[in-house]
């Protein structure tokens, strides 16, 4: 019986192995065509699949206590914003780092920081790790259009590269700076209350809580934390626990891009 199913085994191991492929084949077709078509070395960027998106509406739906109809708003209006589209590839093409980054806007989970911009009103909005300043301009966007309809809001970044944010140029710049130094250190300085934190900096989880530590007494009643590492890291959810926040996490869905995604941690309050 023993040799009968160790045959069998063997007999079926084809068919197993062409299963196996069929997920991996079109992975390595989509980084061919990356290899040759992007400049990008990290960060990457991507769309959100049609599917993907509309979960991401419900899911912030729930953390904002808005309708998901709201959200998804929202969400087309920073994908509908061609002032912005065009910033951001005009200066990436005339930017000194143009060989490391692609000139088409992706926003990827950024249009759900825009929605919760959007949709929270915030006065003070902090990004640690900056980067290119590709989530600098969707959040000042988000704020400069709060700010017309009469709630105005400041994004401080924060960035040990005094290179980063290069991005956050022209009309976005006046909702919005770029502190640098060590991000531990520029938050100890700020003395406003804080309503929308991302945690995007210093990837290592030990970093990661000492930033959500050194913020917690700075965050206004109603803050909202996100965490961009909640995908492979606890620290976010052990920081909403102990904190008494609730806690939520979105997974990406990148379409036709290699990369299997990030997502959105948050620690929010229903009170």
Excluded at 14 to 22: G, I, L, Q, W
Excluded at 134 to 147: D, E, F, H, I, K
Excluded at 174 to 180: D, K, N, P, T
Aim: aromatic residues 12%.
């Amino acid at each position: 019986m023993n040799v009968k199913r160790s045959v069998l085994r063997w007999l079926v191991l084809p068919v197993r192995f062409k299963s196996a492929a069929s997920y991996c084949t079109r992975r390595l077709v989509q980084v061919t065509r990356w290899l040759f078509k992007s400049r990008e070395h990290t960060n990457f960027t991507y769309h959100l699949t049609d599917l993907n998106q509309r979960y991401l509406a419900h899911f912030l739906g729930i953390v904002c206590n808005r309708p998901a109809e709201t959200m998804e708003g929202y969400m087309r209006e920073v994908l509908d914003d061609m002032a912005l589209r065009d910033h951001i590839a005009k200066c990436t093409r005339e930017g000194k780092r143009n060989f490391l980054a692609d000139d088409e806007p992706r926003y990827a989970r950024r249009i759900g920081w825009y929605a919760i911009v959007r949709a929270m009103r915030p006065s003070v909005v902090i990004e640690t790790g900056v980067d290119k300043g590709l989530g600098a301009c969707v959040l000042t966007a988000a704020l400069m259009r709060n700010t017309a309809e009469g709630y105005p809001g400041k994004y401080y970044g924060t960035d040990i590269n005094p290179k980063a944010g290069y991005l956050l140029q022209g009309p976005y710049s006046q909702y919005g700076e770029i502190l640098y130094g060590d991000s531990i250190e520029s938050l100890k300085k700020m003395d406003a209350l804080i309503d929308l934190f991302i945690n995007d900096s210093d990837h290592s989880m030990d970093y990661e809580m000492r930033e959500f530590e050194t913020v917690a007494e700075k965050l206004s009643q109603h803050a909202m934390v996100i965490g961009d590492n909640a995908h492979f890291s606890d620290k976010l959810i052990n920081f909403a626990k102990n904190t008494k926040r609730n806690f939520l996490f979105f997974q990406e869905q990148p379409r036709d891009h290699w990369y299997p995604g990030g997502g959105i941690g948050v620690a929010y309050s229903c009170k």
